[in-house]
């Protein structure tokens, strides 16, 4: 099982009927868990965590007091990962949704990083409306000066042509910014993931079209139903990422939470599941994380 540590994300998901084994060490409360990734980035368990382990798939499970304290983790995830990528690279890539985890990072701080050198990336848009690329700029762009020309706003158009679109500008940024895997897929730096109740994540929803399309190697995907014109970042995507962060708190988690950490990866109906990136770690709290039996 030790030896799975190190599989590319389609190997785990491959694997995924063994990934319910969870290691015994290291889950000690408080404990700082620094591991050099794949990537050669270095990231350092955040500072408030109550109680870290990991998953024979090598997934990180962080448990924090409550929703509060999971948001503290995400803005010191980002500020560690982005001065970490920025100093080895000249640039830093993220992937943000909408939401809570975004609204998170209204605690940032204007010097936590030089923000002349962040490019951000939007996991998910209806496109029209545009709540996610409003909720970033509120939240944390236009305060931290962002330049204009390294917010990448999701493009008005047909969902099919629009996914196209985005797949294309995400691709065609430079080595510094986004990297390319030995697969060819973009590998975003952090990639901020939350969860529904459900098990969606971004906008791949249980059962649909867009967690089937997982190991197909698309980027982003069109979402067209009734009136609803949309695109979201795919499974593989996410999966090729250097780190993900996904967050779940609440009691109304609970089940899903247990079932993505222990169910097949071919489930459809749990896509968050599905989130296997060779840095991926769960913010949890201890009211979410309460169905879980190690």
Known sequence: MRAMLRATPLLLLASCAQCATVLQAPRV????????????????????????????????????????????????????????????????????PGGSIVKALSALSKDALDFSKVHVFFCNERIGEYKCYKGAMESFIERCGIPESQVHKVPEGDAVEVAKAYEQLVNSQPESVISKNSAGMPCMDLTLIGSGEDGHCASIHPNSAEVKATGLSKVYLPISADSKQAITVSIDMINSSKHVIISAAGPKRKDMVATALRVDAHDWSCPCSFIKAVDTTWLVDKESIAGFQK
Do not use: H, M, W
């Open 29 to 96: 409360p408080g404990l700082a868990l620094r591991q050099t990734l794949r990537g050669g980035y270095s990231l350092v368990n955040p500072s408030n965590t109550k109680e870290t382990f990991l998953l024979g798939d090598s997934r990180r499970i962080c448990v924090f007091e409550d929703d509060k304290a999971i948001s503290a983790a995400v803005v010191e995830t980002v500020e560690s990962v982005g001065k970490a990528a920025i100093e080895k690279k000249g640039a830093f890539s993220i992937c943000v």
